[in-house]
């Protein structure tokens, strides 16, 4: 997987990608980033990339042309989709995604697609926002990671490039993977322990000692379905349920145990 990134701030990128997973999935090639300054496609002398918007309101927002010549120059090819150009057949294009609050939500399914991917290129949006023409001519693809504002897309991309980057394979070291996740299953991980198993005078559940490993995997079914019944369950109404599941649901419910504890 390869991705590009357009920003005015390239050196946000530094830190967070020389780190952890991120590191590990450059390291092992699983993944490759270019961070590509928006500026050095700038208009002029002065490199601009922002104006103020027409019909006068307040702020600046980010001119077209150095968007789309960044993006132009990444892949060596016409991709804005001009009214007096040849089509763009964009499906020969990897995603070119914009970073937005007005951007489709970022879900699990939505990064798994992502991966699907060998190629992509996000755009980050700053200032007061973006001209049009980009959102609509340009981009392919718009996300939001959620319902807040961001004084731009660097952290939403970020936080898509760690998503996607740990569901790349080898770069999960351990054998369990992204698989088992919280989401992954479309429903919240349940409590999990390790040593000690006594910790001033809380204990582990038994069950967990136990070796018994039909029974661990029914209780981490159960308290899976229990976590998301209390915290989200709204996601029981997409999730595929089968009929033990469902008994496990019963069992919750009968327990009292699924509402409070936040
Ligand atoms: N840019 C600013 N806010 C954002 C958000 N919530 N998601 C993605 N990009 C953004």
């Not at 699983?30 to 307040?58: K, M, N, T, W």
């Not at 001009?82 to 499906?91: F, Y």
Request: net charge negative.
């Amino acid at each position: 997987m390869h991705i590009d990134i357009v920003t005015l701030f390239p050196d946000m990128f530094v830190g967070p990608f020389q780190e952890s997973i991120i590191h590990k999935a450059q390291e092992i090639g699983a993944l490759s980033i270019a961070v590509h300054d928006l500026r050095v496609f700038g208009i002029g002398r002065h490199r601009q990339v922002d104006d103020v918007p027409y019909g006068g309101a307040a702020g600046m927002l980010l001119r077209p042309e150095p968007i789309v010549a960044a993006v132009e120059s990444i892949l060596d090819r016409p991709v804005f989709r001009g009214a007096e150009e040849p089509p763009v057949d964009v499906d020969a294009l990897p995603p070119i995604i914009l970073l937005t609050p007005q951007g489709r939500p970022l879900t699990q399914r939505v990064v798994s697609e992502l991966a699907d991917h060998p190629r992509l290129v996000l755009i980050c949006g700053r200032y007061e926002g973006i001209d049009e023409r980009v959102r609509q001519y340009l981009a392919t693809d718009e996300i939001s990671i959620g319902d807040y504002v961001l004084s731009g897309g660097e952290l939403a991309a970020m936080v898509v490039v760690d998503a996607v980057a740990r569901t790349l394979p080898g770069v999960l070291g351990y054998e369990r993977g992204a698989e088992e996740d919280s989401f992954a299953s479309g429903l919240l991980e349940g409590p999990q322990y390790t040593r000690p198993p006594q910790f001033r005078g809380r204990a582990v559940p038994d069950v967990l000692l136990s070796g018994h490993h039909a029974r661990i995997a029914r209780w981490r079914r159960k308290e899976s379905l229990r976590r998301t019944l209390q915290r989200r369950p709204d996601l029981l109404e997409t999730v595929e349920l089968n009929d033990e599941d469902r008994a496990l649901i019963e069992e919750i419910l009968r327990e009292g145990k699924h509402k409070g504890t936040h």
